[in-house]
């Protein structure tokens, strides 16, 4: 399956509480520093909108989004242009780097933590990629290689949208986590 508009949403911890507007000097500075290996463009807040994509950052390739679909919080990075290599593998990295990023960020204080091993894959694409079973098994190959660099020997659990008006997406659910650093290592490994 040639699908390159795909994406990343992986599960923020301690983030119930968070005003998403606080993400905004964090992009800026982002931007000005050229902090990620993308051209990074503008800020668009959505903040009032009710399960929405939060805060984005607007990129060359793809967009980074404090996200709140589906009713819960996450980190998301999803891909509109077409990538080299393994895209999903490098959709994940984009996204688990800025969480790293995050993490890390004095401004936060260590407020916000990212766990790995709950994340949800989707396709903006509904042409190539529609919410069905089908969809699924062309992505199976691509999401249990990303899974066994990720969480080698780990069980997981896959929960398909149901809802066939809705994009597709996968939800990921894996036995074990680790670090932003460590699954970004074992990424690069």
């Given amino acids: 399956m040639d699908l390159h508009r795909l994406g990343i949403k992986i599960a923020a911890e301690g983030a119930e509480s968070l005003p998403l507007d606080e993400l905004i000097p964090l992009y ?8 990620l290996d993308e051209l990074l463009i503008d800020i668009a807040n959505y903040g009032h909108v009710h399960h929405g994509p939060g ?55 260590g407020k916000l933590k990212f766990n790995g091993a709950d994340f949800e894959i989707f396709a903006n694409d509904r042409l190539l990629a529609p919410n069905s079973e089908a969809t699924l098994t062309a992505l199976r190959p691509a ?3 990303l899974l066994a660099k990720l969480h080698p020997g780990a069980k997981f659990e896959l929960t398909r949208e149901p ?20 699954l970004l290592k074992r990424l690069e490994g």
């Fill in 143 to 145: 999401i249990d290689a």
């Fill in 28 to 35: 800026h500075r982002w931007i000005q520093q050229h902090t």
């Fill in 55 to 109: 805060v984005m950052l607007i990129a060359h390739e793809g967009n980074y989004s404090f996200d709140e679909s589906g009713g819960w919080r996450g980190f998301a990075y999803y891909a509109k242009r077409a990538l080299p290599g393994d895209r999903l593998a490098l959709v994940y990295r984009r996204a688990l780097n800025a969480c790293r990023l995050i993490e890390e960020d004095p401004a936060f204080n």
């Fill in 163 to 182: 809802d066939a008006k809705e994009r597709f997406s996968v939800r990921v659910k894996v036995s074990a986590n680790a670090s932003t650093a460590e």
